[in-house]
């Protein structure tokens, strides 16, 4: 999956947990704010550099360790922060019921 083909609001809610968990601070979490409220095309040059190293780069996931089906934004915290899975590998996994 490219950084590019996605919603916009999937992928603002994906920024959202990031920062309603805490994971960003400083220019990440500033940028990644303006990221939520104007859009990626906004950026300078520098905040697309911080927001790709610090935030892209630490927390999304190409593509899921068990099947490598590429991630929607709407598992990708999960993914990237917990199991390395798409909720579908994570299900077959994870045998709980
Ligand atoms: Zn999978």
């Excluded at 979490?29 to 190293?53: A, C, D, H, N, W």
């Amino acid at each position: 999956m490219g950084f590019n083909d996605h919603t916009d609001e999937e992928f603002n809610d994906f920024l959202n947990q990031l920062i309603d968990m805490g994971h960003l601070e400083d220019a990440a979490l500033g940028i990644t704010k303006l990221v939520i409220s104007k859009g990626e095309g906004l950026l300078s040059e520098k905040q697309r550099y911080v927001f790709k190293k610090e935030v892209l780069e630490p927390y999304t996931k190409a593509a899921c360790d068990r099947c490598s089906s590429s991630i929607p934004w709407s598992e990708m915290y999960d993914a990237a922060t917990e199991h390395g899975l798409c909720n579908y590998c994570w299900h077959v996994t994870s045998k709980d019921d």
